[in-house]
């Protein structure tokens, strides 16, 4: 089964112009939608919530109405998933406090995996189990070579004949965002190795 999708910005078909530059994320209308104090709230935080559009997927894949992201956010800075910092920067997702989020909140097995290589994964979403993978965000265009691996996340939920299937939360265009399909050495080259594990 595809989970449904959700993205790090609530206008999905604008996230394009967004990272484009084109547009800003305060002039999302839908950005009452997330929850978030206000439009410069959204602005600040839109750009650091692909693990929050993750974990939304994850329970919708389980038939679990997700919380709003600012107030998954939220409930993920009081229990350490992001840190404020001084200097008004965010940092996270953190993955242990989400993984026990999830657990606590909705009794779903999540582990929080190292040195897991690309290759790994397939076993790791046979059946219901999926994976919140840490990839480089310009996954959005595999032909390019990334400058490094990780900062972004992405929820693989299935592997079908040598390539990995996942949702992106950036993902710039339909193809790029929904259902994505890449061979595992495609998935490597932005990989670093790391990631949560939900069992199925």
């Known amino acids: 089964m595809i989970p449904p999708y959700y993205g790090q910005w609530e206008s999905a078909e604008r996230i394009g112009a967004v990272l484009a530059g084109g ?8 950005w ?18 692909c693990g ?24 993920l800075t009081s ?8 200097d008004g920067g965010i940092r996270g997702l953190i993955y242990a406090p989400a993984a026990a989020w999830l657990q606590q909140t909705y009794g ?6 190292i040195d897991v290589p690309a290759a790994a994964i397939s076993a790791q979403v046979s059946g219901r189990g999926m994976f919140i993978a840490s ?11 990334p400058p490094s691996r990780g900062g972004h996340l992405v929820l693989v939920f299935a592997a079908a004949d040598g390539a990995l ?15 994505v399909r890449l061979p595992v050495s495609a998935f490597d080259r932005f990989y670093a190795g790391r990631g949560i594990a939900l069992e199925g």
């Open 23 to 30: 547009l800003r994320a305060a002039d999302d209308p839908l």
């Open 32 to 49: 009452p939608r997330s929850g978030a104090a206000g439009a410069a709230d959204y602005e600040r935080w839109a750009d650091h919530l």
């Open 52 to 75: 929050v559009a993750c974990l939304r997927m994850v329970l919708a894949a389980r038939g679990i109405v997700p919380p709003r992201a600012f107030d998954l956010a939220r409930e």
């Open 79 to 86: 229990r350490g998933g992001y840190v404020l910092q001084r």
């Open 108 to 113: 779903i097995p999540a582990t929080v995996r």
């Open 135 to 145: 990839v480089h965000p310009s996954i959005r265009q595999p032909s390019i070579e």
């Open 165 to 179: 299937r996942f949702h992106n939360p950036s993902g710039d265009t339909p193809a790029s965002r929904q259902d």
